[in-house]
């Protein structure tokens, strides 16, 4: 395993972790003043800063993209709903590559309107029909623009409006259908969040391989956990095995970016100095 | 598919579903009243009432019961902890037969502690070590007084806490490598609200068949989901196919009770007429 606790050329934060303390910016200043290697923006955050500004700071600090997130939420009620997903996709697609990023992150949707809280379907096979057409769809752009394109499996909890891709397993097998070459162009983003639980990540991880592992996102799972969406915690803070996940991803061959995303009303009502110095101090000892 | 509209012998009320208004003996009455077919009753309901009584009363009333909730959580801190565990769970079985119940239900348990709030381990691949030799020791008491155990898999997001066995695959592994031959004695209880999201659902419904169905739980996934452990909704109004899956019961061989289980803040604040009557007019009309 590599070891963290030297530099910190290897940790991303990805920064929606900070979204309600500060704007893109000034996230990536005060990640450049602690050496800290990457960053995996969002794009609302990119595009209220500005695509051309953010690319132009990113690339003059010397800072690595470990991601862009996100496209995705593919799954429409209509025909005039999927094409326009598609549009927004390659769109992201190109946003990804004007940053440099390592590869856009692919939450793919589910029920169509579940996320406004008024789904007009309960069909999630449909839905996973849909994502896997729309995936394809992209893929083929992707490749010509040359960025890879990330599945992150989204935890079960979140599957009606977020994600109907919510293990590791069935991410990989769409990768498998869509690159059976395994060319590098399709892969998946694990987080230990919405992985840990599950019985088969070990042997999934190794299924992946370097080819298809793409990014690997930290954090950790509190008892209790009080929100389905917004109490993920600091690495250490939860029951996660950091450390004996992380030998897993590293066992199958990956040596990018250890990205950090933690959505918390706890850590976003922190100042945003205190998150960053908490993050490097569990990154160099628990992760 | 069954036809529920007519009567409703096949419907089972899981009597968590009104913990919050009634004693077991009054929830016996309000369900022979309706002619429902079944109860599925609570342990610490049951002890509350008595035993032997709960046992008359039911066997008086002629009525069902689909199962006995719960066995399970085996894993534990220390030795004496996972015996202690173990001389429950033969309580557990000894009350099943007392009651009739088609089967004992099994929460298998996760990290010691975690359901207090303390996780004195995160180690779920031991509790799940812990989990199948555990099943193993019961099954072997259980074969002895003819009770069989239906694995119950939880929803992920109850991983920590409650079960470490949260998928159907997951569970019917651990079934054929307990009980290869099939006989009956080791089987699984799938709940809508903790499979609905698996893209394995009907092929591992399908795996089980009939000689590993030894219940069928309904309820509904709300969208959105307030809070991880009381917000199961009525049938009919979440986003649970409940027909498609109940489609896939039935092919498999299914002919056992379609049991009622609603753990709900919403529903447990309301008159037990109402809850009762809503549970039944739904069962009839989208289960």
Request: charged share 20%; glycine share 10%; net charge positive.
């Given at each position: 395993m590599r070891d963290l606790a030297g530099d910190l050329r290897h940790l991303s934060i990805n920064t929606a972790t900070l979204r309600k303390q500060l704007a893109l910016p000034a996230i990536v200043e005060a990640c450049v003043a602690r050496g800290i290697g990457a960053i995996c923006p969002w794009r609302d955050q990119v595009h209220a800063a500005g695509l051309a500004a953010v690319a132009k700071q990113v690339k003059a600090a010397g800072l690595?993209?470990?991601?862009?997130?996100r496209g995705g939420f593919f799954p429409a009620a209509d025909a005039a709903g999927l094409r326009a997903a598609l549009e927004d996709n390659r769109k992201a697609v190109d946003e990804a590559k004007a940053l440099d990023a390592a590869c856009l992150v692919l939450v793919v949707g589910s029920l169509p309107g579940a996320l406004a809280?008024?789904?007009?379907?309960?069909d999630i096979g449909l839905a996973r029909t849909q994502v896997l057409d729309s995936i394809a769809a992209t893929l083929e752009y992707a490749k010509g623009v040359g960025m890879p394109l990330a599945v992150e499996p989204l935890h079960p909890m979140q599957a009606a409006e977020?994600?109907?891709?919510?293990?590791l397993e069935h991410a990989l097998d769409i990768c498998d259908a869509l690159d059976p070459g395994r060319t590098g162009a399709l892969g998946v983003a694990p987080d230990v969040y919405h992985c840990?639980?599950?019985?088969k990540l070990e042997s999934q991880i190794a299924r992946a391989g370097q080819k298809r592992l793409l990014a690997y996102h930290v954090c950790d799972w509190l008892v209790p956990t009080r929100d389905l969406l917004n109490d993920r915690g600091m690495m250490g803070d939860g029951i996660v095995e950091l450390r004996k996940i992380r030998a897993w991803v590293e066992a199958a061959g990956y040596t990018g970016a250890i990205e950090v995303e933690i959505f918390s009303d706890h850590w976003w009502a922190r100042p945003a100095d205190e998150v960053l110095d908490t993050c490097i101090a569990r990154y160099q000892t628990v992760v």
């Open positions: 690595a993209v470990s991601g862009y997130c809280g008024k789904p007009t379907s309960k977020r994600a109907s891709i919510n293990t840990w639980w599950d019985p």
